[in-house]
Nanobody
């Protein structure tokens, strides 16, 4: 069974920081690109940050300079360091694992999500 288990969410004040973790099991972690997505009530799920199996990163414009994604293949874990959090950061954050097979099939897995609430 494949599992992506997020942790680290919670309540934080504007300007504060949180570090999210996603522990993966049931996959060969090093073969997967990893990402963090978030979804606020009434809004579409959006990509926040992504990191390829080779270590290349990509960020949504709204979080550039404030968030950092990283991975530790030895621990099968991807992290999202969130600094200078803003009200707009309130959302459920989801971990994503993705790879494309040789026949073109796209394989994706999702975690259960962790709530981040930014409030004064």
């Amino acid at each position: 069974q494949v599992q992506l288990v997020e942790s680290g969410g919670g309540l934080v004040q504007p300007g504060g920081s949180l570090r999210l973790s996603c522990a993966a099991s049931g996959i060969v972690f090093m073969l997967y690109d990893m990402g963090w997505y978030r979804q606020a009530p009434g809004k579409q799920r959006e990509m926040v940050a992504a990191i390829t199996r080779g270590g290349s990163t990509n960020y949504a414009d709204s979080v550039k300079g404030r968030f950092t994604i990283s991975r530790d293949d030895a621990k099968n874990t991807v992290y999202l360091e969130m600094n200078n959090l803003k009200f707009e950061g309130t959302a459920v954050y989801y971990c994503n694992a993705q790879r494309r097979l040789s026949d073109g099939t796209l394989i994706t897995y999702w975690g259960q999500g962790t709530q981040v609430t930014v409030s004064s």
